[in-house]
């Protein structure tokens, strides 16, 4: 089946030969709009396709377990297995879906705790410009770019500067009690703040420390509950090293011994895991880099520097000089990256209705590097990467299990 459900979302592509969000049923976004409807709490958006996912596994389900493993693609996941044979975690329920846009963990992780697509939440990339500090900022970390302290540290509320629902607060309406079993260094950062209100918070230190403080959390579980876990440890790996290679696959099986001795084995009535990614990675190559900092010509026609991602940059053009750098972009590396007007690629972000925010940090032009090309400023270490359009980045898989 899970070939069927690949089939069409590669033709449901708008661009042959890459893979775009199919918002309406088969990506990332779909799985809180689920679990929303399953609790019957408002879903902001479309659920997952009732012919794609098996809604027989939410039956009598009272408890609901989403683990991220962030850098986890539907195709390498799918590899892994082949290469580990003791890999448990593919002997379940598993189908592909898409990732959202960019495919990048600052907007996936958004989007999974508000249910909202990017284009509705706003937070479109790593690297934004954010009007409101009048600063080149980076999400994740919630702080500008090169200063020393983090906007909160400032005084800055991260909820007054985003303050859409999130899941936990939509849950609590109806009754279901939110909790997050979240790395501890970054259990109380900007974007945790931002996109965890109304949850219980779990820190957690590694990777088995991780599956057996969910497996207390679920003991104790009596009354409805979502629960959110998070893990980083593959993208990590993955930036550093590359996709499969003898760390990440050490990671993955170390992640599933844990999983499977903590939780898969065990017995939590009424309960539904669903392992997930935000995104997957493709290795990038130095002589595939395009560095803007050898285009003076380029940045002098921009506001500032580009913002987004390595794999999904976007250009806010100097007054009267959008055709100028379109023209400029298409003659020095148009044969490398795609070239496209920001306004006209809202779509791509996801659903109507389209945030303020989000029309001011898209800037003018968007550029999405073909194969595995990259843009960046100066030198960057990165192996692995994300952000575009391929297959390796947007596939996502969705594994699903009944623990009781």
């Known amino acids: 089946m899970h070939k069927d ?4 979302i590669r033709e449901k592509s708008k661009y042959k030969g890459l893979i775009t969000p199919c918002y309406d049923g088969l990506s990332l976004a779909n799985i ?3 679990i929303l409807e399953h609790f019957k709490a408002k879903a902001p958006n479309s ?7 098996d809604y027989s596994l939410l039956k009598n389900v009272k408890h609901v377990v989403v683990l991220v493993i962030d850098g986890l693609g539907y195709h390498q996941l799918l590899e892994s297995s082949r290469r580990n044979q003791n890999l448990t975690l593919k002997n379940n329920f598993v189908m592909p879906l898409t990732s959202v846009c960019p495919s990048s963990t600052a907007s996936a992780l958004t989007t999974l705790n508000t249910a909202l697509t990017p284009s509705q939440h706003g937070l479109v990339g790593y690297r934004l410009f954010l009007k409101e500090f009048t600063a080149l900022t980076s999400i994740l970390k919630f702080k500008a770019a090169h200063a020393q302290y983090d906007f909160t540290q400032l005084g800055i509320n991260p909820r007054e500067f985003f303050s859409f629902p999130t899941i936990y607060q939509r849950l609590k309406k109806v009754g279901v009690h939110g909790t997050t079993v979240f790395p501890g260094d970054i259990a109380d950062s900007g974007l945790s703040a931002m996109t965890h209100e109304g949850a219980e918070c779990i820190p957690y230190i590694t990777t088995a420390d991780m599956c057996t403080q969910l497996r207390i959390h679920l003991q104790k579980q009596k009354k409805k509950s979502f629960t959110y876990v998070y893990h980083p440890h593959i993208d990590t790996i993955s930036h550093s090293y590359g996709k499969h290679t003898q760390s990440h696959e050490a990671e993955l099986a170390n992640l599933n011994f844990s999983l499977t001795n903590e ?6 009535k009424d309960t539904l895991l669903l392992i997930t990614a935000d995104h997957g990675h493709i290795n990038g190559s130095k002589n595939k880099s395009i560095d803007l900092y050898n285009h003076e010509k380029l940045l002098q026609n921009l506001v500032f520097p580009p913002t987004g991602e390595l794999r999904w940059g976007y250009l806010h053009c100097k007054n009267g000089k959008l055709n100028e750098v379109k023209r400029y972009c298409e003659s020095n590396f148009g044969n490398k990256v795609m070239i496209l007007e920001s306004q006209k690629m809202l779509s791509l972000l996801g659903n109507a209705p389209v945030a303020r925010a989000t029309l001011d940090r898209i800037g003018d032009l968007l550029l999405i590097p073909k194969e595995n090309y990259s843009i960046q400023l100066g030198e960057n270490d990165l192996i692995g990467l994300h952000g575009g359009l391929s297959e390796e980045e947007m596939l996502i898989p969705l594994i699903a299990k009944r623990l009781g």
């Open 32 to 34: 809180p709009n689920t």
């Open 5 to 8: 459900i690949l089939k069409t």
């Open 263 to 268: 939780i898969l084995e065990n017995h939590f």
């Open 47 to 53: 659920v997952l396709d009732r012919n794609a996912f």
